[in-house]
């Protein structure tokens, strides 16, 4: 592989972007893709195969990005290809009933035990709206307590992150979502249970449910305390709401059956996205039968979709999950993780650059800064600004990572010794020329 050349965005790259913004807005179809917080403009990708993507002008990198998560066989998997080639050729879309919806819903509920019944949507987005809205019509409660730091897709009431560490009522992120839909989220801070239940305490009887990543991986990477999970559990039993799983990044991710398996707090519901999949628009919510049962046709909870269950997203899935069968393949990824995070503590540590550096099976993450991360506030705090161009250091030495400081890292089964090797080389330059 040759060296990447120093002047990124490339022409083409360039070109393409400045094109893009006369049409799409910003350029770009979800708004971190335009490297604002890098401080620089996209990269356009031509392809991608295995561990690497190539751009328009034709330089190669280690992609850590994989499509956000969904990769996690890495780029083209022939048994991915062949699966959607075989199914696509028998028609795109029926708006009926497959046999393979019922496939990949049993590989799931296989995986994932806590799953008696689950629905397809197309994207973790969906699954987080349906997944709040079944647990809203289950309980007859209006209130949600989301933590800050913790990312839910783009819906209206999960688009409120609070800026301090105080737990207050919801003020949404964005314009456009109205007062009242932001006020029924209340939130809490990640790994505080007292912050829960001092909202619990304030609004007795009306809080739906608890919604988290277990592993939060949207604003850096973060590992839960175990007390604080168990105490999650036991107080959605006291006071009846409903414990709700994001695991739409952690979901055959971190291990097999989820986030939600490593820490055996079983949740009432869960939501899925990225990986399930496989690279195309897929996502799920489920959970306990007697909640899922709730929603229509069974119940009168609404939730629909014209493409959900599409055959073609469910044999990209499919075929994706069925290598996630392997016995090696977590303990593989985890054992790429922890290289990778073991070199750059290290590497670090003998520059004098304070690093904290976590992994969960194919996801990692590290701040820079000394102080351990325990929740939002503390990544706040932590020394983002030395990211763009320690971003920029390894872009520059063929290694694609995210372009935010406050995103996780994913390794596919693809990532070879070599590029491990070649990603630690290009550590030690990035952080060497801080
Ligand atoms: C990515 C993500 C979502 C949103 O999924 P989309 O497919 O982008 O709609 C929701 N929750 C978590 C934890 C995520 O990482």
């Known amino acids: 592989m040759t060296k990447p050349s120093s002047h990124l965005p490339g022409a083409r790259s360039t070109e393409l972007f400045a094109r893009a913004q006369q049409s799409i807005v910003g350029g770009v179809n979800s708004p ?37 998560g969904p990769l996690i066989l890495g780029h083209a998997h022939e048994a991915v290809l062949e699966a959607v080639q075989r199914v696509l050729r028998n028609g795109t879309s029926f708006g009926a009933p497959t046999e393979l919806e ?19 949507v197309n994207s973790g987005n ?30 209206d009431s999960l688009l409120v992150k609070a800026g301090s560490g105080a737990t207050t009522l919801g003020v949404a992120d964005s314009k456009g979502v109205p007062a009242a839909s932001a006020g029924t989220t209340l939130v809490a801070e990640f790994n505080d249970l007292d912050s829960v239940i001092q909202l619990v305490e304030e609004y007795p009887g009306e809080i739906a449910a608890v919604i988290l990543e277990y592993i939060p991986g949207n604003m850096g990477v973060i590992a839960p305390e175990l007390p604080f999970l168990r105490g999650l559990r036991d107080l959605c039993d006291r006071e009846g709401m409903l414990l709700i799983c994001d695991e739409v990044m952690t979901g055959f991710r971190v291990a097999r059956g989820g986030a939600q398996s490593l820490f055996d707090v079983p949740p009432d519901l869960s939501t899925f996205g990225k990986v399930i999949g496989g690279g195309f ?69 003998e520059g004098g650059v304070a690093l904290q550096t976590t992994c969960f099976g194919g996801m990692f993450g590290f701040f820079f800064g000394d102080a351990r991360v325990r929740n939002y506030t503390d990544a706040l705090a932590s020394r983002g600004d030395l990211y763009p161009h320690f971003f920029r250091g390894m872009l520059e030495h063929g290694v694609y990572l995210a372009p935010s400081p406050y995103e996780a890292a994913f390794v596919s089964t693809a990532h070879s010794d070599a590029d491990l090797e070649q990603t630690i080389e290009a550590f030690r330059y990035a952080v060497g020329h801080l």
């Open 32 to 68: 971190v893709r335009a490297f604002r917080s890098v401080g620089m403009g996209p990269l356009f990708i031509q392809r991608g195969h295995g561990s690497r993507i190539v751009d328009v002008d034709g330089n190669e990198f280690i992609d850590y990005v994989g499509s956000w």
């Open 102 to 120: 019922v496939q990949l819903a049993e590989q799931v509920k296989d995986f994932v035990p806590s799953l008696e019944r689950l629905r397809f």
């Open 126 to 155: 969906e699954a987080t709206q349906g997944a709040l809205r079944v647990a809203r019509g289950f309980t007859g409660r209006d209130y949600v307590v989301k933590f800050a730091g913790c990312y839910h897709g783009s819906v």
């Open 281 to 349: 628009p897929v996502g799920a919510y489920g959970g306990r039968a007697d909640v899922m049962a709730h929603i229509a046709p069974e119940g009168p909870v609404y939730q629909a979709g014209t493409l959900s269950g599409n055959p073609v997203a469910m044999a990209a899935g499919l075929a994706t999950l069925k290598l996630l069968e392997d016995e090696s393949v977590y303990s593989d990824l985890a054992a790429k993780t922890q290289r990778l995070t073991d070199a750059f503590s290290q590497i670090a540590g």
